[in-house]
């Protein structure tokens, strides 16, 4: 047994109001994304760093000296052998090995610059606002969400 304003009130209720009064309930919805933006700059650079290295070298060299022996019967001068007093000068060149030192740049090693992503988790906390819709009929106030 329903009564006309029963039923009327229920058709209001499932029905789409054009003349009731209404409150459009809101909240704020937390979105959370990423970008990106620079933070530092790298810059490859070659630097010539000079280091001191010794090495012990053997160098030979020739010396004269001069050897005298006296004359045996065994070792004499064939006859007709020039024992003249006017002898040319003997000259005789003398060497020595000096150290030479010379560089040469020879590849050793490759250097790449790799840029590789970390992924770090950030707990990240932000407050949000809802709305509560509060009915007060008779001076005390009923909420409710909605």
Do not use: C, W, Y
Request: cysteine-free; glycine content about 2%.
């Amino acid at each position: 047994m329903f009564d006309n304003e029963t039923a009327d009130t229920r058709d209001r209720a499932t029905a789409p109001s054009q003349d009731l009064p209404e409150i459009i309930r809101s909240e704020e919805v937390l979105h959370v994304s990423t970008r990106t933006v620079p933070v530092n700059r790298v810059t490859m650079k070659k630097v010539i760093v000079t280091e001191t290295q010794t090495f012990t070298v053997q160098v030979r060299r020739e010396e004269v000296r001069l050897i005298t022996e006296p004359l045996t019967e065994e070792s004499a001068l064939p006859p007709g052998t020039d024992t003249s007093v006017d002898v040319p000068d003997i000259t005789m060149v003398l060497h020595e090995e000096s150290v030479v030192i010379s560089t040469e740049v020879v590849p050793v090693e490759r250097v790449r610059l790799v840029r590789h992503r970390v992924v770090d988790s950030e707990t990240v906390t932000a407050d949000v606002r809802t709305e509560k819709i509060a009915l007060d009929t008779t001076g005390s106030a009923t909420h409710r969400d909605v």
